[in-house]
């Protein structure tokens, strides 16, 4: 029984199908996805732009606190010290607001994207499941790797390359190219 069983086993193992994919390929060419950069890239814009705006406006306080220092004289010394110590102050409580502004700006800008893009992903992921499931493979191997990072497939001999498969499970011609 127990050789029947390790006999059935290797069987099973010697039919499983492999196959692999370029995910970031599939997704460069997913029309949602310029469409998320491009809604991505005017919400960074907007968040930069009110920065500018802070940054701006601190940069107009300082040029008037050091026009207002060339007026310091002894005879005003004790009012125009006052008025400096006052611009000063400003000038750190803006400086700390655009901080704020800044990394707030930057919490958004990553909620936004994973806003956009996580459900393009989860749009990918399903249709690589859909042809995995279709066409009866055990695994598939995302040869792509991140920049600097290995590939997780560091070895790998034929298999079936269903990128195609899965352009065309997302409506993308075949021929389109990133």
Known sequence: VATVMLV?????DAQQKFAHINSP???QLMPEVKTATTTLQTFQKTKQDQIDKM????QTKYEAAL????TLSEA???VVSKELQEMD???QELSKRIQDARTKAEEEVAAKENELFTPIQKKATDAINAVAKEKG?????????????TPTV???????????LVKAKLGIPPTAKP
Request: no cysteine; hydrophobic share 40%; aromatic share 10%.
């Open 8 to 12: 059935s086993a290797k069987e099973a």
């Open 25 to 27: 390929q599939i997704l």
């Open 55 to 58: 940054a701006g406006e601190a």
């Open 67 to 70: 026009a207002k220092q060339k």
């Open 76 to 78: 005003n010394k004790e």
């Open 89 to 91: 102050n400003e000038l």
């Open 137 to 149: 493979y055990a695994y598939v191997f995302d040869l792509a790797a991140a920049p600097g990072q």
């Open 154 to 164: 560091i070895y790998w001999a034929g298999g079936e390359d269903i990128t195609d």
